[in-house]
């Protein structure tokens, strides 16, 4: 994600954030989470990335907080996806689609284009912070699908980049 759309986003959150917050130079949507995966099934996913039609770069609008699995239980804090939902939920299907077709097991939930903001343990209620945030608003271009490998550690996971690929024009 673009420095300045974290600027721009971290600036009209409301404080304090519940939670244990994300730093925002680790945000990113995640299409799909993997697990631990070797070698073998990582190169046949970065031939099957690199040959799927993942289609033309978009840009998406941010609109307001939300929670999972509700505001009055909330584990997971986010800010939601307006403007080109359409198109991150589209290319969440063709990467789920190269998944499949190199042997990754479905997803069995539905994608939900959203931004984790923090995680709640335990669960509790946000629908004061909701309410605060309404109108935090950002916007972003979307122009490549990325592989990131997390290492899991104190202070949070650190993610690397493995492979990028480019949405085509």
Known sequence: MPEATQREIASQLPSPIPGRPVVADKWHFTLRFLGATDAGARARLSEALAAAPLGNPFDIGFSGLGAFPSAGR??????????????LEGLARKVEEALKAVGFAPEPRPFKAHL????IQP?????????????????MRVDSVILFRSHLGRGG?????VERFP???
């Open 157 to 161: 996971s650190r993610y690397e980049i």
């Open 74 to 87: 909330a584990r997971v804090l986010w800010v939601g996806v307006k403007s080109g939902k359409e198109e």
């Open 123 to 139: 669960a509790s209620s946000v629908r004061m912070t909701i309410a605060r945030g309404r109108d935090v608003r950002g916007s």
């Open 116 to 119: 984790t903001l923090s995680r």
């Open 167 to 169: 949405l085509k024009r």
